[in-house]
């Protein structure tokens, strides 16, 4: 039976943390916390009195390493889920960009054969698709992405890509807005694929028919979608209001410290509470690289990028493009300049993730008999040790 003994750590539990305590894991699975015996066989980590956190869970992820998932090769899915894993992230949702039908589908084929190698970086939990069915409204809503491969939802082209997937797709991104968007959220939904409204111009009652039908999360929320606004002399809301006015809707937030404010994330957790509020990165390929310019997705598909004070831009500095943040990142920005407790900080990393794909049981939180995908960070909140199945990794 491999054993590791982790000693000496502040173990940040769903909603405490505790003092300097030690922690056991046991054929990857957490077995006991508080251990005050340590096994003779066991392997032990000091943390030293550093924080002990579920690793992370990042649904939303386009690339790191100087990589990107829509390349569609499997070099490329190896070295972002390597990268991505030395910052904390144990498990994430490779996440593909408004593509060609050819692209989309080389994309989800490499995921399939990526499946078959020896993967050394953080796991994954299957596909995420964000486009191609988005709105391109008044240029806001399109984002980074690419206008003139935006198209309104084809339901052959939905499951092709589904049955292409074998069951792989598990998040796909679309405005609620758009003819067909119902029938897309009522199919994918039954398949118990998270469908999320992203790039949208709809407005609340739009928004919320695309929830009655199978909508129940939402995309960067505040990033490239609607909220209060006029339009002419005419006072509109939007999709910010109906995640809102809906409790059982989950919603995203780039935690970078760029894209959205602390009074937002505030606001957020105050009203939606931490376990339905997702941190992530939005990462692109210059995510844990020195790179101060290159491509979200592919030339063929994608947008060029540059970095400007700290995150990544269009050229023109007409929108942001995605992220340059690793989960870390993420973890120092709550923690450190938001003045979020780690409790929720962690909750919004790791449980709200696991939850929304119906992983909770097994990840997510620190307790008993759950898989130990670990991380410690230390007291400014930077990653000292990663763990994957109860094994230190080593980078």
């Keep these: 039976m491999d054993k590791l003994f982790i000693k000496n750590a502040k173990v940040v539990l769903p909603d405490t943390v505790t003092d300097k305590v030690s922690v056991l894991v046991c054929d990857g699975k957490i077995k006991e916390i508080n251990c005050k015996v340590c096994p003779e066989s066991a392997e032990v980590l000091d943390a030293d009195g550093g924080y002990l956190l579920a690793g992370f869970i990042d649904t939303h992820v386009h690339g790191g390493g100087g990589a990107d998932f829509m390349e569609a090769t499997v070099e490329a899915f190896h070295t972002v889920t390597e990268t991505h894993l030395k910052h904390g992230t144990t498990m994430l949702a490779p996440t593909s960009m408004t593509a060609t039908p050819e692209e989309l589908q080389s994309f989800v084929k490499t995921y399939l054969e990526f499946l078959k190698t020896d993967r050394k970086g953080a796991k994954t939990l299957g596909l995420h698709l964000e486009g191609p069915y988005l709105s391109g409204a008044g240029g806001k809503s399109k984002g980074a992405q690419r206008g003139d491969l935006l198209r309104y939802p084809d339901m052959d082209e939905i499951k092709l890509l589904y049955e292409l997937s074998e069951g792989h797709i598990i998040r796909w991104d679309t405005a609620p807005e758009l003819p067909g968007a119902v029938e897309f959220a009522e199919y994918l939904s039954s398949k118990g694929v998270v469908c999320s409204m992203?790039?949208?111009?709809?407005?609340?009652?739009?928004?919320?028919?695309?929830?009655?039908?199978?909508?129940?999360?939402?995309?960067?929320?505040?990033n490239a979608i609607t909220t209060y606004h006029k339009d002419g002399q005419k006072v509109l809301d939007g999709v910010v209001e109906a995640a809102y006015l809906n409790d059982d809707v989950v919603i995203e937030l780039i935690c970078d410290g760029c894209h959205i404010p602390k009074g937002i994330v505030r606001l957020a957790l105050k009203l939606k509470g931490a376990k339905k509020v997702c941190a992530i990165t939005d990462a692109m390929r210059i995510a844990g690289t020195d790179m101060k310019k290159g491509y979200l997705g592919t030339p063929s598909c994608g947008s060029e990028v540059i970095v400007d004070d700290g995150v990544a831009k269009l050229p023109d500095l007409s929108s942001f493009a995605g992220s340059i943040a690793t989960t870390d990142r993420c973890l120092r920005v709550l923690c450190r300049n938001y003045g979020i407790n780690i409790c929720d900080a962690s909750k919004m990393l790791s449980l709200a993730p696991a939850k929304l794909h119906k992983i909770d049981k097994e990840y997510g939180s620190i307790e008993v008999g759950k898989v130990a995908d670990l991380v410690i960070a230390d007291c400014n909140y930077n990653i000292e040790s990663v763990i994957l199945d109860g094994i230190i990794k080593k980078f």
């Design 198 to 222: 992203a790039h949208s111009a709809a407005t609340t009652d739009q928004a919320e028919t695309g929830i009655n039908a199978g909508f129940s999360h939402v995309t960067h929320c505040y």
